[in-house]
Every structure is written in structure tokens, then in C-alpha cells.
Nanobody
Framework: QVQLVESGGGLVQAGGSLRLSCAAS????????MGWFRQAPGKEHEFVAV????????YYADSVKGRFTISRDNVKKTVYLQMDSLKPEDTAVYYC????????????????WGQGTQVTVSS
């Protein structure tokens, strides 16, 4: 069982930066791939980024590539999402998620999800 708690969201102007954190409980954190998703009002959950259990492999949605960076610290059991050059269209609730296996980058392919943290980017 893994419990995930996100933090670091807030209100920022376009062009600004935020760093989201996701703290995990459970002794097997290092065996899970971790992902970030987001959901804007009236829209489905959208994949943002994923990182392998070791941190050696990452993958990003085209919409955030070059602006966002996912990383993890398996000792601290925390995954991060550094978001730079933020745009108003990045406004959403951001969720972290964990999964043991699988390759599809969809919400239902993950096993555990956090409660989410709101990110609002003003123009």
C-alpha cells in the first residue's frame, strides 16, 4: 500500500516557476514508477510526466517538454515536479500517482493517486 500527499501548488504569474512535491508512505516506494497528472476544470486527467523506479528514465507530455522536470529521491520517498516558464494553460489540479508495472501513460494504469494540489497560472 502506498499513500501519496502532494504539496507546493499555488498561484503564480505566467513565466514563473513552482516546484511540486509528492511524499509517499510505505516501504516499497523505490519499486514504483511515479507519475504526475493534471486535471483542468471540465477536462479529463492528462498525463504530464513519469519517472522510473530508479530515476534513470523519464518521459514527458509534449505540452510540458522542456519546461517541466520530474525527479525523485528514494531515500526521502519523494517525487518532485519542477515547473518553469508556466503558462495559463498549465492551470489545473496536479496529482502524483504510483504504479508497480505497465507502460501505458493513462490515469487508470496507475495503482495509487494523491489528493491533488491546485496550480493556478495568471496571465
Amino acid at each position: 500500500q502506498v499513500q501519496l500527499v502532494e504539496s507546493g501548488g499555488g498561484l503564480v504569474q505566467a513565466g514563473g516557476s513552482l516546484r511540486l512535491s509528492c511524499a509517499a508512505s510505505g516501504r516499497t516506494f523505490s519499486s514504483y514508477a511515479m507519475g504526475w497528472f493534471r486535471q483542468a476544470p471540465g477536462k479529463e486527467h492528462e498525463f504530464v510526466a513519469v519517472i522510473s523506479w530508479s530515476g534513470g528514465s523519464t518521459y514527458y507530455a509534449d505540452s510540458v517538454k522542456g519546461r517541466f522536470t520530474i525527479s525523485r529521491d528514494n531515500v526521502k520517498k519523494t517525487v518532485y515536479l519542477q515547473m518553469d516558464s508556466l503558462k495559463p494553460e498549465d492551470t489545473a489540479v496536479y496529482y502524483c500517482a504510483a504504479r508497480k508495472s505497465g507502460s501505458r501513460l493513462t490515469w487508470d494504469e496507475f495503482d495509487y493517486w494523491g489528493q491533488g494540489t491546485q496550480v493556478t497560472v495568471s496571465s
